[in-house]
């Protein structure tokens, strides 16, 4: 049973720093993809980030140069490190979990991020 456990988000004013942290359980977390989505209120579910089993990154237009995502393949953890912050990054944020190229994925329980003054 594959379960991811996130954790931080909360709310930030503009400009300031978060972090998310996804906690993994899965046997083979490090032939995972992981990535970051977001939905706002209203709004479709977006990719925000990815970091491949190969460790190579890819980010949003949006988010780039602010965010950074990474990985420790030890602890199983997946984090997001989010800089500059803007109200429109407000959103709720799940952890998803795939092997490429198979059909199973997996959600975090999704956390909200609130940017506002």
């Known amino acids: 049973q594959v379960q991811l456990v996130q954790s931080g988000g909360g709310l930030a004013q503009p400009g300031e720093s978060l972090r998310l942290s996804c906690a993994a359980s899965?046997?083979?977390?490090?032939?995972?993809?992981m990535a970051w989505y977001r939905q706002a209120p209203g709004k479709e579910r977006e990719l925000v980030a990815i970091?491949?089993?190969?460790?190579?990154?890819t980010y949003a237009d949006s988010v780039k140069g602010r965010f950074t995502i990474s990985r420790d393949n030890a602890k199983s953890m997946v984090y997001l490190q989010m800089n500059s912050l803007k109200p429109e990054d407000t959103a709720v944020y799940y952890c998803?979990?795939?092997?490429?190229?198979?059909?199973?994925?997996?959600w975090g329980q999704g956390t909200q991020v609130t940017v506002s003054a």
């Open positions: 998803h979990a795939q092997i490429p190229s198979t059909r199973p994925e997996y």
């Open positions: 899965m046997n083979g977390f490090s032939i995972y993809d």
């Open positions: 970091i491949t089993r190969g460790r190579s990154t």
